[in-house]
């Protein structure tokens, strides 16, 4: 680790986002945005299919594509990485796989109480039993019986329940019209690395390893569970012989303790879990892992449902375990939030505890497009935190055309206003991440995962009872929380509760899951190590059961003087059985038992270890911490997770040695004011909200501690609430409702465009779409019409042709073409007309009108056109003329200062609704600013007497693309369904403010004792 790669972080340490490739490729196009990427600070890029694919996937157009783009990236030194699939999920060739057979589709076990009536293509039963589920449960084995003898068991009492090897068929539009596939059959795997990674290999193969680095999988699932019936189980070709190899008996005659609570189900549960568990592994990851490995390619990505057990075991079982088989490990961080720990710490602790170093996180996806810098910080330092080092922006677009733009937004790319920006978040996150992957990570605790414990009391029918209805679209998952009424779930929350009080009380640690436990690990005298990582107390969260290997080698950690609680429910079983020889009661009798409370929790800490790090002051529990080992430096990162609060704390470390500020955003070097005592070093810090704090401490160089400079305010002037505006860019209004009529048959008045689209489309008739603005007294000056693919349509502006008019120009994306109408404006109102034939491809989107106008906003239902006006405003310009505008505004105002005196002088500024905030003072520009605190040293620029006082607010696309139209207001769980959701549709729109809030600039002086 050094000053100068921490400066210029290598290219592998940069981001390198997902870039979608989602119409028609042009090699130019791709080059030109190629560029955009390397000059805004990204490494490399994800070659990924979305949808709007035009070009066909794995074509020779596509190949030729991909070998422009890594002819490219190779000049460029920046990574031109592949991914697997046609969008996602990962495993089925976009349909290839599927269509080679039914051994080759998805598999399920269903269980129901009546006999299915399908094809046996589809379902085949493998047993009928009946049970009696209430009272004495017991069940016989009645699949050979005619019709009245099971009549008989009915009438004494039994449910006959039928169990069937349920197989997808052909058909669903998600996997491009086949099905999903049977990723524990090996045959399935061998099949999609034929179909998809040898094809690459042929084409590009000689690169791999160097401008092709390695291969993204994609959210790769056992069961795709959204797309399966209910009450289903993970099945498989082969299953039953599968379990009979590990595990010694035949599931088939054990089906009924899978859904019924029978005397011994924890078992059987148990076995049958493991056995899907290990078939995805060894049958899948393994498998690519090593094609891979041979290849020199590195298998990155991330598996599906990585939060809760319920999710986890729905569609995989167990997910840590998979992780030794990639290279680059990798999880997905969704929303705008930082609530998932246990997803994030899966990952991290197997790359610490097998050696390695990059572990990747596909980030802010579903955030929405008003995403700001800050919110990108907010997110990359909770994952920096807990030791996500390579960082996958989710998405850099294409093309923006039709429903693309819709894709999961935001959209991180040349599209958006504030993308000349993008190089500084860039630089701070690839600075980081260089940091945080060099040395070794250090941690004290290892917290057993309890995902086996769930796995014993996992019911598919508990759980559906829990979901009916909740998957009726499949984009609802992304916001769905399991209910804790259920045993899975209540040890899904109890252990997440657990994991979470830990970072609070800031007592960092690992997750160990027992698969690799029983692989890497031992007790080796009062350590725990499993692979890599040492522990020095051991925590077990509330369980149901531990593997037999565990239990024995937490007996030896104890039996050698290791520290071991148990807190919560105790385990009573040793895989899933009783434990007969009385093993964890002896561990119990030596280790120390705890509720699942935090009081509870530090006391035993505070006992048992000195702490790393520890932080206090109000709001501590919000500042977590990553602390490294780098040569002989000490290397920490702190983050406040508070994106909303300020705090100020005092940290103490223990580490001794010079003390360094390293700045990611400047990548500069500071001295910090600590002091030290002989084992902690102490500094006092103000974090602002979501903002964070990188420290090195070289233990190779005396501390010199020192404090800072006592300052203060003396002179504070608030600046007047009245600003003089000045719009960088043309205002704009988005229409999104219109008229459609079919044939000349009107289809059902004004409506939002998504419905006539879907009109349309069932019709299949030819359609005329009547959008409207009104215009008080703009007489069209600067006036554009912006339309998506104008080729598509006859398009008339009050009656008058304009598709002419229609030239290379554009406006935010390629495909949004600009006509110049200021000729064609009228006042009152003004009617835009397209025309066209039905086809399958077309898409009926929002229009654009551009101008030098203001938008009078008549309670954020309708809207006109008016001159702009030149009085001063204050407050939101959504309601002041700007309801729609996206880009650059201009603040303006005079201030004067009588005397400038001695000291510095700084401008702050309160903002509301941008992503970016310059300053400037009589004409000085300062350098913008992408978080918070937004403040400027003006010191040189400002003067005795007038001063113009300039702040430029850069806004997202949100105000112009939406949705606008929920009455959840701001959607920060945003998919391509929350723009047409009609369940919460409202015809008012909703906007993000923009404005000043507050400006006030302020005298600073040192030595002299104010209050500021």
Partial sequence: ??????????????????????????????????????????????????????????????????????????????GAWLYDEDKWPSGFCGGKIPKLGSEYRQKALLMREDEIELSQDEVQLLKAYAAKKQGQKSYADITCIDADSAERWKKDGYTILYFYKWTQPIGPNRFNNTAWVDLLNPKVTDAFLESTHEVYKRCIGSEFGKAVPGIFTDESTVLYWAYSPKIALPWSEHFETYFMEYNGYDITEKLPYLFIDLDGFEKIRYDYWKVVTGCFVENYVKRIYE???????????????????????????????????????????????????????????VAHQLGKERVLCEMFGCSGQNFSFEHRKWIADWNLIHGINFINPHLSLYSMRGERKRDYPPNLFYQQPWWEHNKKMAD???????????GKRVTDILVIHSIESAWCCYNPTDVVLAEEGQFDTPDTWIEYKPSPEFKVNELSYGFDELINILLKLHYDYDLGDEAIIAKHGRADGRIFRVGQGEYGIVVVPPSITLRKSTALMLQDFVNLGGILAFIGEMPRLIDGAPDC????????????????????????????????????????????????????KTVAFFANTDKDREITVSIDIRAKGHVEQWDPFKGCVLDIPFEHDGRMTRIAYTFPPAGSLLVVIDEGREAKPFKAPHKSVIDCYELDSLWEIKPLNKNSITLDYCTCSLNDSNAGGLMPVHRAHDAVMKSKKDFVLSYVFDSADWDGDGGMLVVESPECFNITLNGVPVNRRFGGGYWVDKSFKTAAISDLVKAGTNVVELKAKWHENIEIESIYILGDFEVENQSNRSFKLVKPKTEAVSGDLVYKGYPFFTGKMRFCQKWSLAEKGEGQYFLEVEQQGSIVVEAAVNGHMSEAAIVRPYVWDITPYITEGENLIEITLTTSLHNLLGPHHSTKGEITVCAPASFRDEKNWTDEYHFVELGVRRARIYKVVEGTESDK
């Fill in 291 to 349: 094609w891979c490995e041979r290849n020199n390619l590195k298998y990155t990505g991330h598996f599906m449902a990585e939060d809760y057990f319920e999710f986890t075991m729905q569609y995989l079982g167990s997910l840590m375990p998979a992780y030794e088989y990639m290279h680059i490990p990798g999880v997905d961080h969704l929303n705008r939030n930082i609530n998932d720990v246990m997803t994030v710490k899966q990952v991290t602790s």
């Fill in 428 to 438: 701070y996150c690839s600075r980081l991440s260089y940091v945080l992957s060099m």
């Fill in 1 to 78: 680790m050094n000053i100068e790669n921490f400066k210029n972080p290598p290219k592998e340490y940069r981001e390198v986002p997902f870039w979608s490739w989602n119409d028609r490729l042009e090699r130019d196009e791709l080059v030109w945005q190629i560029e955009e990427m390397d000059k805004q600070g990204w490494g490399g890029f994800f070659m990924h299919s979305r949808k709007g694919l035009v070009t066909p996937y794995l074509s020779e157009e596509w190949l030729n594509r991909i070998q422009e783009c890594v002819e490219e990236a190779k000049r460029r030194g920046m």
């Fill in 581 to 632: 020889s009385g093993i964890l009661e002896a561990i119990a009798g030596k280790a120390f038992v705890l509720p699942l409370e935090a009081t509870a929790i530090k006391e035993f800490l505070e006992r048992c270890t000195e702490s790393r790090v520890s932080v206090e002051g109000e709001g501590n529990e919000a500042v977590w911490y990553h602390l490294r080992k780098v040569d002989n």
